[in-house]
């Protein structure tokens, strides 16, 4: 389920791209603004901004729609209602898809959501019509999945589709994985250099053994050649005696 979303948010960003780029006036561009924030199975808009054709939209009177673009990419509903004034007015598809990108901002943080809080950021007035919207246009749609609490008051989350990173958290993972990796190339070093004290640990006792095998075999060998030696001097005149001290 997971790549077949990942599958269709790829293609979606494809669709819009292409259209984008055959356009050339601000109005058009604009009301493509709107169709994608309006589109009810894309959920990601970071890629939409880097397109040089919305770049046209800057220094126009439309330049509110790249804001808003950017607001979906990154924003939530409590944002947009911050800065409302200077963005254009939202189309109840546009309302609802702000909501759910919501849920998803808040479910990055932690995975128990207290339904005030949900309410509050959601601007649900009531628990019947949070626990629908959680239902119907979140966890139908895909993007998160979960279990009601009634009794605890709280949605607790079991999946959440990630968000468009921002500029930020994209530097700061980028430095967590620098800080990962030279943690890594440390801990490798140290298998190393462990490996080659192991394997030099090897060959000493792999000598020694050499060495006590060998003092071995040297000794079966001097036993051997004393008892030839023996067998030689109690052996006379083709009799064997079993006694030097034998008593006459």
Not at 87 to 102: E, T
Not at 174 to 185: F, K, P, V
Not at 205 to 216: A, I, L, P, S
Request: aromatic share 6%; charged share 25%; hydrophobic share 40%.
């Amino acid at each position: 389920m997971a790549m077949d979303a990942e599958r269709r948010q790829a293609e979606l960003i494809e669709q819009f791209s292409a259209q984008a780029a055959a356009l050339s006036s601000a109005p058009q561009l604009a009301a493509l603004v709107l169709e994608a924030t309006s589109h009810p199975a894309l959920f990601a808009f970071s890629e939409l901004l880097t397109l040089p054709a919305l770049s046209k939209l800057t220094g126009t009177q439309y330049a509110s729609s790249l804001d808003l673009l950017r607001l979906f990419a990154y924003g939530t509903l409590k944002d947009y209602k911050s800065n409302s004034c200077t963005l254009p007015a939202l189309l109840p598809d546009q309302v609802r898809k702000l909501k759910q990108l919501s849920v998803l901002t808040l479910a990055e943080s932690t995975k128990v959501l207290p339904y005030d809080k949900l309410m509050q950021e959601l601007d649900v007035s009531n628990v019947r019509e949070l626990e629908d919207f959680l239902i119907n246009e979140c966890m139908y749609s895909g993007i998160v999945r979960g279990k009601l609490d009634q009794l605890r008051r709280c949605f607790e989350v079991q999946f959440a589709a990630g968000r468009d990173l921002t500029p930020g958290q994209l530097n700061n993972m980028i430095e967590t994985l620098s800080d990962w990796l030279g943690t890594s190339d440390g801990l490798l070093h140290q298998i190393q250099e462990k490996i080659k004290w192991a394997d030099a640990t090897s060959e000493v006792n792999k000598k020694h053994q050499k060495e006590f095998e060998d003092r071995v075999e040297e000794a079966k060998k001097s036993i051997k050649k004393l008892n030839n030696v023996s067998r030689q001097t109690l052996t006379y005149g083709g009799t064997t005696t079993f006694s030097l001290n034998r008593e006459e």
